[in-house]
């Protein structure tokens, strides 16, 4: 059964930075793609970034230029997260697709002074 595990969330101040880390139970390269979604409070869960198995990788125009998705060699994907302003509070959860759809259980990011 895979499992996604996200960590790296946290209280930061605006401005700040913050990177998230998605463990999955198996190699990182066996998934079409891995995505982070974030729940801001009394909204909808909304997409962040993605990417997909060639590398290629697509951002909401909210973050563009202020978050980075990446993934290492192994097993874990990572959402370095940067200028971080209120409007980035929320749950922010680790999708992967491949052979089937799997969710993270998420980590909590709030932005706040």
């Known amino acids: ?14 401005g700040g930075s913050l990177r998230l ?9 066996s998934f079409t793609v891995v995505a982070w979604y974030r729940q801001p409070p ?8 993605s990417i997909r198995g060639g590398g290629y990788t697509d951002y909401a125009d909210s973050v ?3 978050f980075t998705i990446s993934r290492d060699l192994k097993n ?5 997260m940067n200028s971080l ?3 980035d509070t929320g749950v922010y959860l680790c999708y ?16 706040s002074s």
């Open 1 to 14: 059964q895979v499992r996604l595990v996200e960590s790296g969330g946290g209280l930061v101040q605006p």
């Open 21 to 29: 880390s998605c463990a999955a139970t198996e190699s990182i390269f």
């Open 42 to 49: 009394g909204k909808q869960r909304e997409l962040v970034a």
């Open 64 to 66: 563009k230029g202020r």
């Open 76 to 80: 874990t994907a990572y959402l370095q």
């Open 85 to 87: 302003e209120p409007e």
């Open 96 to 111: 992967a697709h491949g052979g089937g759809e799997y969710w993270g259980q998420g980590t909590q990011v709030t932005v």
